[in-house]
């Protein structure tokens, strides 16, 4: 009994017609049943129909936006929380794309789920004068940009035409001597006081803002692989003995003076992002600064151009340090910001002299002030403040060669824009204002 359990083959044996034979019935080869399966009851025509209406619907699917906003108005009454959700942000997304321009016309074909690769930028002190000309640019560009900013001399009111429902910016109250952690691709290091006026007032501060405020966004920028810009200055040549300056020049600082703060941070900012260049092979780039002027400058934070504009405008005699003979350079902002970009986005890790090589006395410089504001604007001879360089030129043949940059505004042109917008905030409708001759 228990052989017959297993053993089958005697079947086989027995012939055909014999008693106890049953014949088998007649088994189709294995393979067809399936595609019999298939071809049975028009099983392929709605497999293949279906095939295309979902090849259909993934080619024509809108966005992330567009697709939430299609099931939330084609279901109205389906309700669910996630529904209302992407509908939210669908109607978020769809306001950022009305003015978002190409940037978000380009991401409405992107499918759902899928994100348009957008640069992240930090800029650190971009409620300042420089940082937000950079972040207008930035913005015009289709970056999303992070201000990081403690307004110590920034102001909102400088970012305050940026929609904040609308455009891609997000500023963020911090002070950079404290870490911080951000996902960002760039980081625009300009956190910093900048004038005598500012960085003198709590000298221990402004040494740590430059160090140890360069420090952390150094390790930020390593931590997250982001590429890092420090805005250095034309202070780290102190009072030159190289004339003009070229970035090969170590330059002449006092390093235990009242300046000593600003342009000896400076010095080991450059010295920390060269090292963590080194040592950690981050992408760094520096920049040199030299003076530059814009209409956003604190009007009483006595940097030379925007001192000379108030007191022409509030009829104050112009105040010269000094025998009047130092001298300097002026860039307007927008060739800065030019530079600023070129530099980031280029090979070059620098540093690189920012600035206008046309050069001005102090006295120049009020004739010029005289001529746009005020002919009859008097000037008046002060004891000049201690470490004032005497002279100040930068030569600017890297940068020229290797960003293929160099500045186009001449001061004579500049001057006028930045009278209009001092006018305004001094005298509101400005008409007190000493009228441009
Ligand atoms: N404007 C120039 O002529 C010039 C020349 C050389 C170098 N620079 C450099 O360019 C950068 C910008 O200068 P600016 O002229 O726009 O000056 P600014 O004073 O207008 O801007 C500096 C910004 O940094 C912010 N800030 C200061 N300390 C901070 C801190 N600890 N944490 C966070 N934010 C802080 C300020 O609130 C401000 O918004 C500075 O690094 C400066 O050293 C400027």
Known sequence: MASELIFRGHEESLPTGAPGHTPKPHHKPLAARPLRYLLAEQRLLFALLGMALAAAVFLNAPSASGTAATSSSTNPGAGSAATTVAAGLARRQDAHAAVGGE??????????????????????????????????????RGDSVIVVDNFFTGRKENLAHHDPATAALEVIRHDVVEPALLEVDRIYHLACPASPVHYKHNPVKTAKTSVVGTLNMLGLAKRVGARFLLTSTSEVYGDPLQHPQVETYWGNVNPIGVRSCYDEGKRTAETL??????????????????????????????????????????????????????????????????????????????????????????LELARVVQETIDRGARIEFRPNTADDPHKRKPDIARAKQLLGWEPKVPLREGLPLMVQDFRARIFGDGQQAAQPQ
């Open 273 to 362: 992002a060269m090292d963590y260049h080194r040592a950690a092979n981050l992408e760094v780039r520096i920049a040199r600064i030299f003076n530059t002027y814009e209409p956003r400058m604190c009007i009483d934070d006595g940097r030379v151009v925007s001192n000379f504009v108030a007191q022409a405008l509030r009829k104050e005699p112009l105040t010269v340090y000094g025998d009047g003979k130092q001298t300097r350079s002026f860039q307007y902002v927008s060739d800065l910001v030019e530079g600023l970009m070129k530099l980031m986005e280029g090979e070059h890790v620098g540093p690189f002299n920012l600035g206008n090589p046309g050069e001005f006395t102090m």
């Open 103 to 140: 940037r978000e016309r380009r991401a409405a074909r992107v499918p759902l789920g899928v994100r348009l690769r957008v640069l992240r930028v930090l800029v650190t002190g971009g409620a300042g004068f420089v940082g937000s000309h950079l972040v207008d640019r930035l913005l015009e």
